[in-house]
């Protein structure tokens, strides 16, 4: 217990460690629980069994698994909530130490600009101890954190033979690195999943009962009868939790990778959560498969980035892709960037080959990751065989590839363009999963990922991931205008809202991204309860055709709803507002300086109004208007208090998580300040502004430095205001557009859908997509598997059966010679043996004394030749 | 011809004469007296040589523990009083001849290696090892023989000695020495069924004789 | 002089006990009385043994430390030995090694 | 004192004749004592005089009487014994019990061989007195005299475990087997015995005399000898001399027992008064250093020494007391008993002592071992005080002679059934 307290009093890391594990440890338990039930059930005629059966909750299993899994979860949120604070608190007085110091040496400096010859050296030792003085507090920060907030031990370790040395070999690492990123990311995580384990409860009470008909699966006998899952679901939740939390907690690729999985195949659990329903299983099948192709690239990255750089740590691969701050001879100018050169393979000497950096060169530079007491960061020469704590080089279209690799997981993972549509069908499964699973948590897992590894990604990289999220979120949009489920509509909002982030990471605005994740999850989580709400109100009828004029049945619901629409319009004061702008701010700082790429910053303009539209059209069809299906309306009811708690929790959350002072601020919001301690250096060195005045001189690095040196943040920060005033328009615009059609019926939908067939047809069918992968992949692999099943069956069956009746001729003749002539020689052998042992058996008497007797005759012969060659070997 | 060397050759010839007693004696329990003698006078040698313990340990092993077992073991197994199973002449010249072509060729080696290495066995080591010595070496604290080529060092030289240990023979010679109490016990165990139909249906009891299940009760 | 006591003379004597308890295993009947030429070689080993340690200063521990053995697994020896001479008294009611002869060939 | 070292070795074997000579006297006549008291003690705890006449007083000759009827007795041997073994017997069982005294010092370093394994040496010679007894026993020829041997022989082998066990405990507190080296530990006040050390040594001094009267054959375990049962054991067939030769063996062995017991329980020769050896090394020390005090006055030294011999005999004369005292109290057990008396109890509780004193040396703090001493001695020597004062206090039935009583079966008045009978 002792040692518990002082774990946590030192390393407040392992807070968010017990606040992953408290999950884990919830699914162990109910599937325990479930175990014995099953086992008691197998022998419930037994006394024994009917107890343990009993015990385990017999036939009326009741919300026991529900409130472990809420408790375990809030736990773990009480728990990351601790750590948090604790966390911004000591980073928070570090850094204002810091700022004084920094603002301190500033002021010397411009003194020592303006002061006489007289004082300059004074000053000159004043700066310099000043300067000891915030070097020995960074690093006194970097240690208090790797020593409080970092954590890592050998999973497994498997060497080549004869390795005994602890470097080297492959070591997979679990671990835990806490910044304000992921600190952030566990109390975002823990508290809405907390809120929808809640709301499910009330969601999922009618799987309570041993029997539930489920209306939407026809079997001979009318519907299908089945037994209630509740326990089952929560323990998906808690699994799902648990890999969740594992995969922001991690501090290597691997760890992550695990998680990665993890969560996959939990979302394909819980989408396919009513197997028995055929659309059900598909989609799950349809989402686990089309991460299966994200993760292949993943696999592809991860190995790529072992086989060069040998390890899976973040800091380690950051470190050894991306150039230090500072060497032995002061700052590096192209600190924190990716430097990219040419290595002559044939000038090689001891010190390694040949190093000539050049801006647009075949290779990349690899630095150690554990530098030597003396070294300088920008070498001639790097050694050809890649050690972690050595120069060296490798491939630069490699390093892209890994990128690309690792964003393809993350394109699977956050549904973006090519491999998007699983997420719509996952809608398929309970309310709260799409909530948790596809609005809050794990469709961020990509976006989060990306964020991470940010500085994996070169410049060309970053620009695919860019116009990725541009495409996804453009495309997204369009579709969810003429999507008429309310599930769906949200669906798709999900995905054009991972474009936004996806862009803003790919433009530089990787705290812009990461920002928007956090908001986004809240008033996601907000919609997607709102419409579960909605669908149990109205009995799991999905469709805005059949809803209107439900404002008055719901209120609460309603107006929550209502909350979460302005949200992600980008309505200002609302959370959505503060991340979208400082998204499209991004973008447009980026265009300034990259003119060729406007797309990037019109399409997330032009949807920003698209995102609008579709979220008033969803909310005024839902709650306005009359009612356009009687019997809806009349058993539309509000839900239950578990259910609208959490909705107005997370609209007061969505209203207000991301305020700042002042809050009309755009860019004084706490949460965004929060992510941006996060932020890795190598984000300003690639889109940041570099001041060139004091730098030294390091030879032909000069240029490449300055021809690397851009400013977008730069932009970005002088042109916020215009980029959201933009959006801001935009919005008003598509909003009042909204309200004529469908609020005050001035247009008809149905005309417009009249006027562009063609468009809607496409627009209905999302892009053909679906169709698209069916014909250009599905259905070659169906022909491709036909081919090759006949080909099994006719030609390969066929050479068995013929090898097998060769066989059988040749055994025949074999078994002939067999019998004829080896049994004979055989024979003839053991005929020898017996009679010789007929004939030498008379020796053994079978008397002691006899034995001894010969015993002691060798004994004595031994001895005698014994003597003989001891003499022998003496004398001779 | 110093005392050392009578009391030697009064053991040596004790020992030697008592073995020779043992062989040719057909009574299996003076066999075992003149046995005794022949081991009191061979722990007689080792306190000669001044291994005490040995000598002790002799005694106290042989003398008191297996001799007495031996004569256990006659008389749990006695037909008559005085066991008698006689062996034809012949066998008696095949091994007395035996025998004898064993020692001379051992007495022959000696000589051998007295040619070889004339300075061999002459020298005597100041200082016996005591039984201080002896428990360390067997918890393997004290030094023990130099590792090499045994044949190969010369007798008189004493060299650097290396830390060796005997607890691992030690240990096993305990625990072999469990086993076997376990094992003895479970082999002579009276067997149910013999000891009940032995002494009813036995032709050569009777007769004031003693027969080794009475005395079974015993021991 | 030839009387000096050396070395030889307690190879010599081990060398008798030796060729004393072959001899004896090899002409006794009894069981029992085989199991005490065992127990004669045994000693002329220990001798043996005990001798080099007193005349090698190298050896002047393990000689003792081996007799010592040699001793305790003797005192083993003998306890199965009986154990087995009593098993094969109750199945042959004889000590006579002469009936144990079912290995004959 | 030329002469002397030039002729060492046939000083040492003269030396050797004379101890030995002392010592074979020592055991003969300590014999003839313990004889003669046996048969006294024996007498008064049946309320008898035992021996009055021969000799005067106390019947103090009545051994030497015994023994010249044991000489000119006639010495004859079974026509069915096997006459070599018949008469092997009585001089090994002798021998075993009396090279005992070879390793045992009667002061200090008054001793005929001093042995670094003294202890182990006495147990081992005296493991060998139980062949002479088997060979006697066998020899004899005689159904009676083989079950006295056997028992005999099977009760010695399987006492003398636990015997070695107890012996083990002190000598694992003194750290060596050299008898000598154990009493001098136990010099100074007697709550340095190691009778008083610890609980283990105290409980293994009691367990170690039982297994020694068990290993010397004396009642209650004397089934070698059972007269009820077995006519008078392995000895049936004996007489004269060569029956003496058992007694003598028998009262050396006891006498070898008990000395080993004050050796290493009783602080051997010391007097247990404190602060003798203080006050000695102070004299020492006021009269010059010792060495040269040994230079000069060795006589003072050799006188100190006998002293010490007094003591030491003393001691082990009150354990041989004791042991009598016991067999003419306790009533005999019957063999399978006397095994698992040895068996099933002293053999574990032996074992149990050696582990305990093994972790009292190294498990149990300091300073409960420094005073745990001093508290079990005055607990005991508290007891023993209470006893003694009892045993004072209450009134004794004196012998019949001395109350004369004519009725020795019945003592006070007559009872009115016997009363009325004429």
């Given amino acids: 217990m002792m040692n518990l307290v002082e774990l946590f009093g030192e390393h407040p890391g392992w807070y968010f460690v017990a606040a992953t594990l408290t999950p884990l440890l919830s699914f162990v338990l109910i599937l325990l629980a479930s175990a014995m039930w099953c086992a008691g059930r197998a022998y419930r005629a037994t006394p024994a069994g009917a107890a343990i059966f009993n015990l385990f909750g017999g036939e009326e299993r009741g919300r026991i698994p529900a409130f472990v899994a809420t408790g375990a979860i809030a736990l773990a949120f009480v728990f990351s909530l601790i750590g948090f604070i604790r966390f911004t608190a000591q980073q928070s007085t570090f850094e204002t130490q810091i700022n004084q110091l920094q603002t301190k040496l500033h002021q010397l400096q411009t003194q020592k600009k303006t002061a006489t010859e007289k004082w300059t050296h004074e000053l000159e030792e004043e700066i310099e101890a000043e300067e000891a003085k915030l070097e020995n507090k960074e690093k006194m920060w970097t240690s208090a954190r790797s020593y409080a907030w970092q954590g890592n031990f050998d999973w497994l370790r498997i060497r080549p033979a004869g390795i005994r040395d602890a470097d080297n070999g492959t070591v997979l690492q679990l671990g835990f690195k806490i910044d304000s990123l992921s600190a952030l990311m566990f109390v975002m995580v823990t508290f809405i999943a907390t809120l929808i384990h809640v709301f499910s409860i009330g969601y999922m009470s009618e799987e309570l009962q041993p029997e539930v008909e489920d209306h939407q699966v026809h079997t001979a006998h009318g519907h299908l009868v089945r037994r209630g899952r509740f326990g089952r679901f929560f323990m998906f939740l808690s699994l799902f939790c648990f890999s969740m939390l594992n995969l922001v907690l991690a501090d290597n690729l691997f760890q992550v990778f695990l998680s990665w999985e993890l969560v996959g195949i939990c979302s394909y659990l819980l989408i396919g959560f009513y197997t028995e329903r055929q659309s059900a299983s598909n989609a799950a099948n349809k989402a686990f498969i089309t991460n299966r192709i994200g993760d292949a690239g993943f696999i592809l990255g991860l190995l790529i980035l072992w086989t060069n750089l040998g390890t899976f740590n973040f800091d380690e691969i950051f470190q050894r892709v991306r150039a230090p701050l500072s060497d032995t001879h002061g700052s590096v100018d192209v600190a924190g960037r990716i430097v990219r050169g040419n290595v002559d393979p044939n000038n090689t000497t001891k010190a390694g080959q040949r190093f000539t950096p050049d801006e647009d060169g075949s290779q990349v530079l690899l630095f150690p990751h554990r530098p030597p007491e003396h070294y300088h960061a920008i070498v001639s020469r790097v050694s050809d065989n890649p050690k972690p704590d050595q120069h060296s080089a490798m491939p630069y279209w490699l390093l892209v590839a890994a990128g690309l690799g690792i964003f393809l997981g993350c394109v699977g993972k956050s549904a973006q363009f090519p491999l998007q549509v699983w997420l719509p069908d996952a809608m398929e499964g309970p309310t709260p999963v799409s909530a948790l699973i596809h609005a809050a948590t794990m469709v961020a897992a990509g976006v989060y990922l990306v964020g991470r590894c940010y500085p994996l990604f070169t410049y060309d990289a970053l620009v695919v991931i860019a116009y990725t999220g541009g495409i996804t979120l453009f495309v997204a949009a369009t579709i969810a205008v003429v999507m008429t489920d309310i599930k769906k509509v949200l669906a798709y909002s999900t995905v054009s809202q991972l474009g936004y982030m996806m862009l803003a990471l790919g433009v530089g605005g990787w705290v812009a991204g990461l920002f928007h994740l956090m908001t986004h999850a809240f008033f996601k989580a907000l919609l997607f309860l709102c419409s579960g709400s909605v669908i149990y109100g109205c009995h799991h009828e999905q469709d805005m055709l059949k809803m209107g004029g439900l404002f008055p049945k719901m209120k609460i619901t309603a107006l929550s709803m209502l909350a979460g629409v302005l949200a992600i319009a980008g309505i200002p004061l609302f959370t959505g507002w503060y991340s979208k702008d400082a998204i499209l701010a991004q973008a447009l700082g980026f265009i300034y300086v990259h003119p060729q790429h406007l797309f990037l910053f019109l399409l997330p303009l032009v949807t920003a109004g698209i995102t609008a539209f579709y979220m008033a059209r969803m909310w005024l069809m839902t709650f306005t208007g009359k009612p356009r299906d009687e019997h809806v309306y009349e058993h539309a009811h509000e839900s239950p208090w578990t259910m609208t708690a959490p909705l107005i929790i997370l609209a007061v959350c969505s209203v207000c998580v991301a305020w700042g002072w002042p809050i009309y601020d755009a860019e004084a919001s706490w949460l965004e300040h929060n992510v941006h301690h996060a932020q890795h250096h190598a984000v300003l060195a690639d889109f940041g502004h570099v001041d060139f005045t004091e730098s030294k001189d390091h030879g032909e690095y000069w240029v490449v430095a300055k021809k690397q040196a851009q400013n977008e943040r730069l932009y970005a920060f002088h042109n916020h205001h215009l980029a959201g005033n933009l959006a801001l328009g935009l919005v008003a615009i598509s909003l009042a557009f909204a309200g004529l059609i469908y609020w005050k019926r001035v247009l008809d939908p149905a005309e417009a859908k009249e006027q562009f067939p063609s468009l809607h047809a496409f627009l209905m069918d999302k892009w053909r997509f679906d169709r698209l992968y069916s014909v250009i992949l599905v259905r070659p692999a169906l022909v491709v598997g036909h081919w090759l099943a006949w080909f099994d069956l006719h030609v390969i069956d066929g050479l068995i059966h013929l090898l097998s009746w060769l066989t059988v001729l040749a055994s025949k003749w074999d078994g002939i010679f067999d019998n004829a002539i080896v049994d004979g020689l055989v024979n003839l052998v053991g005929n020898v043996m017996y009679d010789a042992g007929a004939r030498l058996r008379n020796v053994q008497t079978g008397y002691l004394r006899s034995y001894v007797l010969f015993l002691v005759l060798a004994a004595a012969g031994i001895f005698m030749v014994l003597a003989y060659f001891v003499r022998m070997a003496m004398a001779g | ?219 | 002089m030839i009387f000096a006591v050396g070395l030889d003379h307690f190879l010599l004597l081990g060398a008798l006990l030796f060729v004393c308890g072959a001899v004896c295993m090899a002409t006794k009947r009894n069981a029992i009385g085989i199991l005490m030429g065992v127990e004669l070689v045994l000693n002329a080993a220990t001798i043996n043994f005990v001798a080099f340690a007193r005349y090698n200063p190298v050896f002047q521990v393990e000689g003792q430390i081996f007799a010592l053995f040699v001793i305790v697994l003797a005192a083993a020896e003998a306890a199965i030995a009986l154990a087995i001479v009593l098993n094969f008294y109750n199945n042959h009611m004889t000590v006579d090694v002469d009936t144990a002869e079912e290995l004959k060939g | ?422």
């Avoid at chain 2, 034809?88 to 091994?95: K, L, R």
């Avoid at chain 4, 092997?88 to 008054?110: E, K």
């Avoid at chain 4, 006050?279 to 006589?299: C, H, I, M, T, V």
Wanted: glycine share 10%; charged share 10%.
């Fill in chain 4, 1 to 422: 004192m030329e002469w002397l070292s030039s002729h060492k070795e046939l000083v040492d074997g003269i030396l050797a004749i004379v101890e030995a000579s002392l010592l074979v006297g020592f055991v003969a006549g300590s014999a003839v004592f313990f004889i003669w008291l046996e048969r006294k003690v024996a007498g008064r705890i049946q309320d008898r005089l035992g021996p009055t006449r021969v000799g005067g007083r106390f019947g103090w000759l009545q051994t030497i009487a015994d023994g010249v009827k044991l000489l000119v007795k006639e010495d004859l041997i079974p026509a069915d014994a096997d006459q070599m073994l018949f008469r092997l017997g009585p001089y090994i069982a002798f021998c075993g019990a009396f090279a005992a005294f070879i390793a045992l010092p009667f002061a200090n370093g008054w001793v005929a061989k001093p042995l670094s394994i003294g202890v182990f040496f006495i147990l081992a010679v005296m493991s060998t007195e139980v062949f002479g007894i088997i060979l006697a026993g066998y020899g004899s020829g005689s159904k009676w005299a083989l079950f006295g041997g056997i028992r005999e022989a099977a009760q010695m082998v399987s006492y003398e475990v636990p015997m070695a066990l107890c012996v083990l405990v002190p000598v694992i507190v003194a750290g060596s087997m050299d008898l000598n080296y154990v009493s001098n530990q136990q010099a100074g006040g007697i709550w340095n015995w190691y009778l008083f050390h610890d609980p283990f040594t105290f409980l293994a001094f009691w367990t170690y005399f039982t297994c020694a009267t068990a290993q010397c054959k004396r009642a209650p375990f004397d089934l070698a000898e059972a007269e009820s049962e077995l006519v008078a054991g392995f000895h049936t067939e004996y007489s004269g001399l060569r029956w003496s030769f058992f007694f003598m063996g028998e009262y050396g062995a006891m006498f070898a027992v008990s000395g080993i017991a004050v050796l290493l329980f009783l602080g051997g020769w010391q007097t247990g008064i404190p602060f003798l050896p203080e006050l000695s090394s102070w004299l020492a020390s006021a009269l010059g250093d010792p060495e040269q005090l040994y230079g000069r006055y060795w006589l003072g030294w050799v006188i100190g020494n006998s002293i010490n011999v007094m003591v030491f005999v003393v001691k082990g004369w009150v354990l041989v007391f004791v042991q009598m005292w016991v067999r003419w109290t306790l009533p005999r057990l019957r063999i399978d008993q006397v095994m698992m008396t040895c068996l099933k109890y002293l053999l574990p509780i032996s074992c149990a002592l050696l582990m305990g004193v093994s972790l009292w040396q190294v498990a149990v703090y300091p300073w409960v071992r420094s005073y745990f001493s001093y508290v079990l001695c005055a607990v005991c020597v508290g007891l023993f005080a209470w006893m003694a004062v009892k045993v004072v206090t209450t009134p004794s039935h004196l012998p019949v002679s001395v109350t004369g009583a004519t009725n020795l079966w019945h003592r006070g008045p007559i009872p009115p059934e016997l009363a009325q009978k004429p």
């Fill in chain 2, 1 to 219: 011809m110093t005392l050392t060397d009578v009391l030697f050759y009064l053991l040596a010839a004790t020992t030697g004469i008592c073995a020779l007693a043992v062989v040719v004696t057909q009574n299996i329990v003076r066999a075992a007296a003149w046995l005794l003698f022949t081991l009191g006078g061979v722990s007689g040698l080792f306190f000669l040589l001044g291994a005490d313990f040995v000598g002790a340990t002799q005694l106290l092993v042989y003398v008191g523990g297996t001799l007495v077992l031996v004569v256990f073991g006659v008389m749990l197994t006695a037909q008559g009083p005085f066991i008698n199973m006689r062996i034809s002449a012949a066998e008696w010249a095949i091994a007395l001849s035996v025998g004898l072509i064993l020692y001379g060729v051992l007495a022959a080696s000696l000589v051998i290696s007295k040619q070889l290495e004339p300075s061999a066995g002459q020298s005597v080591s100041g200082e016996m090892a005591d039984s201080t010595v002896l428990g360390q070496s067997l918890l393997g604290q004290s030094q023990a023989a130099p590792a090499g080529y045994l044949a190969g060092i010369p007798a008189s030289v004493s060299r650097e000695r290396k830390k060796m240990s005997y607890l691992l023979p030690f240990e096993i010679v305990s625990v072999h020495l469990l086993v076997v109490l376990i094992g003895a016990a479970y082999l002579a165990r009276a067997k149910r069924r013999r000891s009940a139909v032995v002494p009813a249906s036995s032709p050569q009891r009777g007769d004031g004789r003693t027969n080794g299940q009475q005395l079974g009760v015993t021991v």
